[in-house]
């Protein structure tokens, strides 16, 4: 039973347009979700993060937006670069500051053309 | 401020025999996490260690078994390797066991078993 799902496993975008990362989610009691970003043989490097106290959350050119009635976040990066091409994963935690235990969706790949 | 270290980085070992990884968390992060990383699978969280103590557990065999020692740094132990084990695991830190902090990821140690 895959609680968190990211639907779509690639998504390629020409350089300075949007992109748009999805992930749905069917556990209720996730209270904290995550986006991650990772190269090749490196380990995920943490992006932005959203309470489910809040429905956007901005840093820099990445934002992420949670609409917990559809149980759904997605994350956006804008203006797109080169060098954003990886891996996204997002992640959810079902406590706030607790225990640990991130629920990682499957990925999508993103490329970001010159 | 050094990163979180895993070592070995790569792994060769034979079905049947027993692996030990260890992992630095980013001094002063008391939470070390540990996840497994397959292309089928993808990321999965197999346990959470804070201040020595193993505080939630993923759905692992009993091989799967870890430790924290006082100085954070935490070890992962797979007796019995099998074929399915080979993957990439990683370990994560937080300075406390907040996703409000985000958690850190080494670069993994590439476990490969033959």
């Known amino acids: 039973d895959q609680q968190v799902k990211q639907n779509s496993p690639s998504l390629s975008v020409q350089e300075g347009r949007i992109s748009i990362l999805n992930c749905d989610y069917t556990?209720?009691?996730?209270?904290?979700f995550l986006w991650y970003k990772k190269y090749p043989a490196e380990g995920p490097t943490f992006l932005i993060s959203?309470?489910?106290?809040?429905d956007k959350n901005e840093d820099g050119r990445f934002t992420v937006f949670l609409n917990k009635s559809a149980k759904h976040l997605s994350l956006h990066i804008v203006p797109s670069q080169p060098g954003d091409s990886a891996v996204y994963f997002c992640a959810a935690s079902e406590y706030p500051g607790n225990t640990g235990k991130l629920i990682f969706g499957q990925g999508t790949t993103l490329q970001v053309k010159p | 401020k050094a990163g979180v270290t895993q070592t070995p980085r790569y792994l060769i070992k034979t079905r049947g025999q027993q692996v030990t990884l260890s992992c630095s968390p980013i001094s002063g992060h008391r939470s070390v996490s540990w996840y497994q990383q397959t292309p089928g699978q993808g990321l999965q969280f197999l346990f959470e260690y804070f201040s020595e103590t193993q505080r939630n557990k993923g759905n692992f065999p009993g091989r799967f078994s870890g430790r924290q020692f006082s100085n954070s740094r935490s070890e992962m132990n797979v007796s019995t390797l099998e074929l399915g084990d080979s993957a990439l695991y990683l370990c994560a830190s937080s300075q406390d066991a907040g996703t409000a902090y985000g958690y850190t990821f080494g670069s993994g140690t590439r476990l490969t078993v033959v």
């Open positions: 556990n209720s009691m996730f209270d904290y």
């Open positions: 959203i309470s489910s106290i809040k």
